[in-house]
Structure formats: C-alpha cells, structure tokens
C-alpha cells in the first residue's frame, strides 16, 4: 500500500508567490532575493520590504486531501505598501487554486480565513505589517 504524504504548504505557497510578486508590483520580494520566506530576515538593516508565510496548522479533509492553514505576512516601511504586499499575497493564492496548482502542487481550493489586517511585529518596530491567514486544500504526494 502506498504512502499518502502531506504536501510542503509553505514550500509550494513561496514558489507560487516568488514567481508571481515580482511581475506585480513587488520586483524584490522573492525567494533568491531572501526577501521572501518562512523566517524575518535577520540581519541588522533588514530589506525595506519583504514577506513571509508561515504553517499554522490545519487539518486532514479525506484520505488524500489537506486543509493546512498558512498565514501571510507582509511587512514594509509605508503601510499602504504593507496592505497592499499582503492583499496581493491572497489574490495570487486565490488564482493558483483557480488554476489548480500551487508552486507546482495540485490544490482544490483556497478559503481566505482572515482577511488582510493591520498587525505590528514587536520585533520589527520599524515595518508596518499586515497579516492574513488562508485554508488551501492541497492533494497528497506520494512516496
């Protein structure tokens, strides 16, 4: 019997947005950039605009379908920047689920669970941030 596996959310939902950010409007907000990831860039003079999406749990919706739950974070010196980065974020992982793909895996669906909202990081005083969280229903890999 084969192996069902849950596919890397987060992994899939930063190729999907990597590809897609820079063609609208955020040239610099990649992964090869490092100003797009899973972790806040650490170093001391930090981009002035960058995102990251993080797993936040989830759930198993049938034997070969997950329902994980990512949140989208955007930060940026201007807030209506911020805004924008993250309503941005959604839009692109609303239309990969149109499509049926996200960064190369097979999703289903995409329910915007909160939408953008202002939400300051006590650890990057200096960015605005907005934050947004999605439930996307992504098929299992197999082994």
């Given at each position: ?18 590809e ?22 650490t ?75 202002n ?25």
């Open positions: 019997m084969e192996l069902l596996i849950p596919t890397d959310a987060e992994v899939a939902a930063l190729d999907e947005l990597s897609a950010l820079p063609v609208h409007g955020f040239p610099g907000i990649t992964k090869a950039a490092q100003t797009l990831g899973t972790k806040i860039p170093s001391t003079t930090k981009p002035d605009e960058f995102g990251r999406v993080v797993g936040v749990g989830g759930a198993g919706r049938d034997l070969v379908t997950d329902s994980p739950l990512l949140t989208l974070e955007a930060f940026a010196k201007k807030e209506q920047r911020a805004r924008d980065l993250c309503a941005l974020m959604v839009a692109i992982i609303e239309r990969a689920a149109r499509a049926g793909t996200l960064g190369g895996a097979v999703i289903y669906a995409a329910r915007i669970v909160g939408l953008p909202a939400l300051p990081h006590p650890q990057v005083p200096d960015r605005f941030r907005f934050t947004a969280t999605v439930s996307v229903d992504l098929r299992r890999t197999t082994a």
